[in-house]
């Protein structure tokens, strides 16, 4: 088979090869991962995972493969090529590439579907010299049967994803799809059909990409979602000669150039404290962002962007997609031309920050918008806020993902206002609800001083406004100032919580809370418009503090005046 080259041709593998620095670095640590991988065994499901086993296995089968395919392609070393050979053999052993999770009466192709689509992809393109007629002949079957007809069949009539619902699913399902019909078109004219439907659907996931480059879903989905769409859209810019003339007159090789990619790395780029991401609201984890690291780079380089390329060179990767995309002419450019905060109003995220280059910086991190955001929690108006690289108001983050998370509508702690620096009235919290919304209304930025405020309103339990004031001081120590005020359409009682880290110390003293988390600290003075009750609730997932109004109220206030030491 011949190497189409979808994301780098052979001028590129001697770049790489013969490069030194930060690339020649990145080459050596994939070369190690793959030698690494040589003696480990294929990943296998694991039965013991509660949600998303197959997903999951085969999601490490593409990590495992792309690093062994490519070190192939890189050195010539046949040890790779048969690792990768065994990857794709456990591949086509499965009957089905669809989740059990994900199997619907409507849905016969789904995320693991794209996933295995991808790893397919780098297969036949880095190790096309060693993939005969035979073993060719029998992955074209096998994803003919197992992708192409179930995809098929999602589309004719379009099921739920590839009709009215846009997310990080989309791009999932196309990008390594597409990939596939580039490499297979000119044995099966049908895959030419194929392709123009997955850059009709990859137009809309670049459609559904804030204008003002947030993702609704967060930064964990920031990386999935767009990894999967990106390998496409390079895929297309490089092989415009491939593309039939419906896609070339379409401008298909130029989505490179869509305008929401110019603005999508500086979502995380506010989000990232160090090498690792903490703006962790709705199913996003705080974790090290080094996953990050192959968009940003592709990224940077598309948009010539050295802010950019400053946030990659900060992370680590031994993705291999990351050394093709490091652009090593590019060079980074610290961030002290940006502004240190932001509000990404379409998303409903104001991310207030003493620097956007200290790790260990003040940070301060409001949630805006609706309740019916994909991905999104019950946690209109919640808040984040960050000193010394540690959490001191924290967000629980991503659940652990069961059937009860996504079937079964159960409660999870994780997911509801409980969990987050929310309010609750009469202990009810928000609800599921594009009805319950909040944005912020001001954000203010005067160096020293930040000034934001947010307006939630949720009247089907009752709160006709709650309007949180933050001022954010910068001074040594720093301070932050919280004005609340609540007022609801009937009387009841309030509930203010906040979420300290599990590994923390909260203790409630006369008059003052305290809350100590490594060598960060949080001391909080609280002043409520009513008499009430101050408790520590140990709560095994993310232990907070409840501040509780003794009675109902139709109107209640609280004023926290907050001192930050780290």
């Given at each position: ?107 016969r ?91 009709f ?112 060179d ?10 093709i ?13 940006l ?5 990404f ?73 409980i969990?987050?620096n ?34 939630v ?19 040594n ?36 809370i ?20 101050v ?6 997932e ?25």
């Amino acid at each position: 088979m011949n190497r189409r080259g979808l994301l780098l041709d052979e001028t590129d593998l001697d770049r790489i090869r013969n490069a030194g620095g930060k690339v020649g670095e990145s080459r050596e640590r994939v070369i190690a991962a793959a030698e690494a991988l040589l003696s480990a065994p294929v990943p296998q499901p694991d039965p013991n995972r509660p949600w998303g086993v197959y997903l999951t296995c085969a999601s490490e089968r593409l990590s495992q493969l792309q690093r062994c395919a490519f070190a192939f392609a890189l050195t010539g070393r046949t040890e790779f090529h048969e690792r990768a050979r065994a990857i794709v053999e456990a591949i086509l052993e499965w009957d089905s590439w669809i989740d059990p999770c994900h199997v619907r009466p409507h849905q016969r192709y789904g995320l693991m579907t794209g996933v295995v689509a991808q790893a397919l992809a780098h297969y036949l393109d880095w190790c096309a010299s060693e993939v005969g007629e035979e073993e060719l002949a029998t992955i074209a079957d096998h994803y003919r049967r197992k992708a192409i007809e179930p995809l098929l069949h999602d589309l004719e009539p379009p099921k739920r994803f590839f009709r009215d619902g846009v997310n990080n699913w989309v791009a999932v399902m196309v990008g390594g799809a597409g990939m596939m019909a580039l490499l297979l078109r000119d044995r099966e004219p049908f895959q030419e059909q194929i392709l123009e439907r997955c850059v009709f659907h990859l137009r809309r996931y670049l459609t559904w990409l804030n204008a003002d480059g947030s993702i609704d879903e967060g930064g964990g989905y920031w990386t999935f979602g767009l990894g999967h769409a990106i390998v496409l859209i390079e895929a297309l810019r490089r092989h415009a000669d491939l593309l039939p003339g419906s896609l070339r007159w379409r401008l298909a090789h130029e989505l490179d150039r869509t305008p929401a990619l110019m603005q999508v790395g500086y979502f995380p780029f506010y989000c990232i404290e160090g090498d690792t991401y903490v703006v962790n609201f709705g199913d996003t984890h705080l974790a090290s962002a080094d996953p990050m690291q192959p968009n940003l780079r592709w990224l940077a380089r598309n948009a010539g962007d050295g802010h950019l390329q400053w946030l990659a060179d900060r992370l680590s990767s031994d993705s291999p997609l990351a050394l093709i995309w490091h652009d090593p002419d590019l060079a980074p450019l610290p961030p002290d031309d940006l502004p240190p905060s932001r509000v990404f109003h379409d998303a409903g995220w104001g991310i207030m920050r003493a620097s956007l280059d200290d790790p260990e910086g003040v940070l301060l991190a409001v949630r805006a918008a609706h309740n019916a955001k994909t991905h999104s929690h019950r946690d209109l108006g919640t808040f984040i806020l960050r000193a010394g690289g540690r959490g001191l108001i924290v967000d629980p983050g991503c659940p652990v993902y069961c059937a009860d998370y996504w079937i079964n509508g159960a409660f999870t702690y994780g997911r509801e206002t409980i969990g987050h620096n929310c309010v609750l009235i009469d202990g009810e919290g928000q609800r599921r609800s594009e009805e319950e919304r909040a944005s912020i209304t001001r954000f203010e930025d005067l160096g020293d001083r930040k000034f934001m405020t947010v307006e939630v309103r949720a009247e089907e339990i009752g709160l006709a406004l709650h309007r949180r004031e933050f001022a954010l001081t910068l001074n040594n120590p720093a301070t932050l100032t919280l004005a609340d005020e609540v007022r609801l359409t009937r009387p009841g009682v309030v509930t203010w919580l906040l979420h300290f880290d599990p590994e923390a110390e909260a203790e409630v003293g006369e008059g003052s809370i305290v809350i100590r988390n490594g060598g960060a600290s949080l001391t909080i003075s609280a002043n409520p418009s009513d008499p009430v009750s101050v408790t520590v609730e140990d709560h095994p997932e993310v232990p907070y503090i409840a501040i509780e109004t003794a009675e109902p109220v139709e109107r209640a206030t609280l004023d926290l005046t907050c001192t930050i030491e780290a």
